[in-house]
Nanobody, 118 residues
Framework: VQLQASGGGLVQAGGSLRLSCAAS????????MAWFRQRPGKEREVVAT????????YYADSAKGRFTISRDKAKNAVNLQMNSLKPEDTAVYFC????????????WGQGTLVTVSS
């Protein structure tokens, strides 16, 4: 599975951005898709995940109520709508995929930089 992330950029605090991750395979029904981020000086952390088969989502506490992960079956893509952005959301965001039941994410897209100015 090849993943191509897009949508990063510079936004003011309180603004919104939408990230998109296009997958090269059309057989995602057995996959969990995710967005991670790596903030400056921090370890990579999960932001949100979605089970492709039923759309069930999980959010890190930092994302709850502000971010929404969704799947676009027509485009074979996973989106991350980010609202009410804060300077501490500044990070490189990565999309990732793994087969349901696997522990580790095996497939990663290139990062996309999100910068939130105060």
């Amino acid at each position: 599975v090849q993943l191509q992330a897009s949508g990063g950029g510079l936004v003011q605090a309180g603004g919104s951005l939408r990230l998109s991750c296009a997958a090269s395979t059309r057989t995602l029904s057995r996959y969990i898709m995710a967005w991670f981020r790596q903030r400056p000086g921090k370890e990579r952390e999960v932001v949100a995940t979605i089970l492709w088969s039923n759309g069930r989502a999980y959010y890190a506490d930092s994302a709850k109520g502000r971010f929404t992960i969704s799947r676009d079956k027509a485009k074979n893509a996973v989106n991350l709508q980010m609202n009410s952005l804060k300077p501490e959301d500044t990070a490189v965001y990565f999309c990732a995929a793994k087969l349901y039941g696997d522990v580790a994410y095996s497939y990663w897209g290139q990062g996309t930089l999100v910068t939130v100015s105060s």
